[in-house]
């Protein structure tokens, strides 16, 4: 009884409020079936438009999967997700809105028909508190839309504007009548899934401690939103069209930045660009740099071996040339004098032992410059394994090796040595220091002398000692324009590149090499006229510890 009771007055009340326009079908779910159709058509068209349907024919065209090769490695539009994104957002903007506004005028609505119906109850409160029979009063008392009840101080409904009040069960536990009979006023608000409504309670304590109750239904928020439903697609037609061009503009003013970019000149775009682009930039204009300086070097580089070939090409055909000459004469009897013969050997011999230097030079850059482009055993393979060198020894035997050609120059040599160790390739060690001798001893004057010095020093940038070695002179000195360039093959230090203080022209290029193949640094001071001192210096040395 009590279930069906209950029921009744909600369907009286939609009786009479359905005449506002919101339909309703028979199960009661017909505003939200009607809202989620409107919604998910559109998708359902478009997407059935854009997307076809699977072939059930069983056999795939044969350029299928070429095609959809391609289209997986198309690349991605930046311009197009900036546009997809901004629309999202307005659309989702447009969406929120519609939904806010329409809770917001649902509760307006009820606010206001909750204010109404206050007025109403407190005003036939006053009518019945002061009339002699309360029923009789009711009972002429005609309000549209609104359920009129009457419910006794024990719960028992006495009067009802809808249903017979006999089929009715007790109301004592009705929030809203509870509230009336504890303070003299209340009011409450339930709402119906099935209708799609709110219905609206307000209550007032008679002066006999009865309380009459006015209700009245309110549309529900789907019914709201169903009614807006042509303002709203109204809107949100409007807002996806402007939308649609804002965004492309946007994203089109966003992208052009970046389509702007000189990557030719990126530090000229730091205006223009956004500061997120500016690490990019100057990573671009880095790389723009090193691009150049390696462009530079391989020009360099080029250059430096069209030079050397022609150098080298010189300096091999002027030997051959000389030797060639001196044996056709002895070859075919034109030299028939003894003291002429041996003249003519004595050149052919000088000649071929300064083809042979050249040639071991030569040899000599050249596995420097392989093992270079090496490492490790490969470096070691071409030019020897490192050990351990006692340069003090090292320098005592390259004087006795030089003493009759600096006697021959009338040059004397010094020794100025001090413990040190090298760890290094004998071989190039010995030829660097042998290499910067020579040449003190060749571009020296009469008389003068030439110190072969080695110790240890201070490293650079460390409390700890490092070894070098220092040859100097007083010759004729180095003009402060050619110092750079000594070290160049083939560079002598006379303008006219004379032969005449013999050297292969490649001496310093090989102790330049050697002395960077064991990490060391040379330091050059010259004066024209007062001579030059030359020094390595070798990095840090870690030497194996010896065996007692």
Not at 22 to 32: C, K, L, M, Q, T
Request: with cysteine; glycine share 8%.
């Amino acid at each position: 009884m009590g279930m069906r009771s209950a029921g009744k007055p909600a369907n009286a009340v939609s009786g009479r409020r359905q005449t506002g326009g919101v339909p309703a079908a028979p199960d009661g779910s017909a505003v939200p079936g009607l809202s989620t159709s409107a919604v998910e058509s559109a998708p359902a068209s478009s997407g059935s438009s854009a997307v076809s349907a699977p072939s059930t024919s069983g056999a795939e065209p044969s350029g299928a999967a070429p095609r959809l090769r391609r289209a997986k490695s198309a690349p991605r539009s930046l311009s197009r997700r900036v546009f997809v994104t901004l629309l999202t957002i307005s659309l989702t903007t447009i969406a929120v809105f519609a939904l806010a506004l329409t809770l917001f005028m649902q509760q307006r609505l009820m606010s206001s028909t909750s204010a109404e119906l206050a007025n109403e109850v407190r005003i036939v409160a006053a009518s019945l508190n002061s009339s002699p029979s309360y029923l009789s009063t009711l009972k002429r008392l005609h309000l549209d839309g609104t359920r009129i009840t009457l419910v006794g101080a024990d719960g028992d409904v006495l009067y009802d504007s809808d249903i017979d009040e006999a089929t009715m069960e007790d109301h004592g536990n009705r929030p809203e009548i509870e509230q009336a009979l504890k303070t003299g006023r209340g009011s409450a608000d339930r709402s119906s899934s099935t209708l799609g409504e709110v219905m609206l309670y307000e209550a007032m304590r008679l002066a006999d401690g009865s309380v009459i109750r006015l209700a009245q239904g309110e549309a529900g928020y789907l019914a709201v939103l169903w009614s807006l439903a042509g303002p709203v697609a109204l809107l949100t037609t409007t807002g996806v069209l402007v939308s649609i061009v804002v965004a492309r503009r946007e994203s089109h003013r966003i992208i052009e930045p970046l389509l702007e970019v000189d990557l030719d000149h990126p530090r000229r775009n730091a205006q223009n660009a956004y500061a997120e682009m500016e690490p990019m930039l100057e990573r671009i204009e880095s790389q723009r740099q090193e691009l150049k300086r390696q462009v530079r070097v391989l020009a360099d580089n080029d250059r430096m071996r069209r030079e050397f070939t022609a150098n080298i090409t010189h300096e091999l055909k002027t030997p051959l040339t000389t030797v060639s000459g001196y044996a056709e004469l002895i070859a075919n009897g034109l030299v028939t004098d003894e003291a002429d013969l041996r003249d003519f050997g004595r050149r052919i011999y000088s000649e071929a032992g300064r083809l042979t230097s050249l040639v071991n030079d030569i040899l000599t850059l050249s596995n420097l410059d392989e093992a270079e482009r090496s490492e490790g055993e490969a470096a070691a393979a071409t030019l020897g394994a490192r050990e351990p060198i006692d340069v003090p020894r090292t320098l005592e035997g390259i004087v006795q090796r030089l003493e009759q050609v600096a006697a021959r120059a009338e040059v004397t040599l010094e020794l100025a040595c001090e413990p040190a160790m090298v760890m290094g390739v004998p071989r190039l060690i010995d030829e660097l220091a042998y290499n910067l001798a020579s040449n003190a001893i060749r571009y020296n004057q009469p008389g003068g002398s030439v110190v072969l010095a080695c110790g240890v020093e201070p490293a650079e940038g460390s409390a700890m000692r490092a070894p070098y070695i220092r040859v100097s002179d007083t010759g004729i000195g180095i003009a402060p324009e050619e110092q750079g360039k000594i070290f160049e093959r083939f560079y002598r230090v006379d303008k006219s590149r004379s032969k005449a203080r013999g050297g292969t022209g490649l001496g310093l290029a090989i102790v330049k090499h050697a002395a960077a193949f064991h990490g060391a640094r040379i330091e050059l001071e010259s004066e024209l006229g007062r001579g030059t001192a030359i020094t390595v210096h070798f990095p840090v040395q870690d030497l194996p510890e010896l065996s007692a």
